[in-house]
């Protein structure tokens, strides 16, 4: 899934139903884990994305564990403090991809659920 720290995102399809998974490079916020849409700055939003939106349940295989999340998209002042904090500490190119295009990253926490 390539350098850095890789979590196995699984969401459910939005348009199959069926389970769709993804590798994404996170950071630690506290119990969460912080991933950001950037599509490499394209302009439309990545499908994993697009299925949160559409069910925020998902699953995240990390450190070798499953753990069931909840996503939930930050907001201001939150947004802009953590994506800085996430381009410092995963790659500067984030910044690059924001201004490649006119949306909003999302800049989305995973939250373990608890039952």
């Not at 490499?40 to 299925?51: K, Q, T, V």
């Amino acid at each position: 899934m390539g350098p850095g720290r890789q979590l196995l995102l699984v969401t459910r399809g939005r348009k199959t139903g069926e389970p769709r998974s993804v590798g994404l490079t996170y950071i630690n916020d506290g119990d969460r884990w912080i991933v950001v849409g950037s599509n490499a700055g394209e302009d439309r939003h990545p499908a994993w994305w697009l299925n949160l939106k559409e069910d925020p349940a998902a699953t995240v295989l990390v450190d070798g564990h499953s753990v069931l999340v909840t996503a939930q998209e930050l907001e201001e002042p939150e947004r802009t403090e953590v994506f800085a904090r996430f381009a410092a500490e995963v790659d500067e190119s984030y910044l690059e991809y924001q201004k490649r295009t006119s949306r909003r990253l999302p800049v989305v926490a995973l939250t373990r659920t608890t039952m």
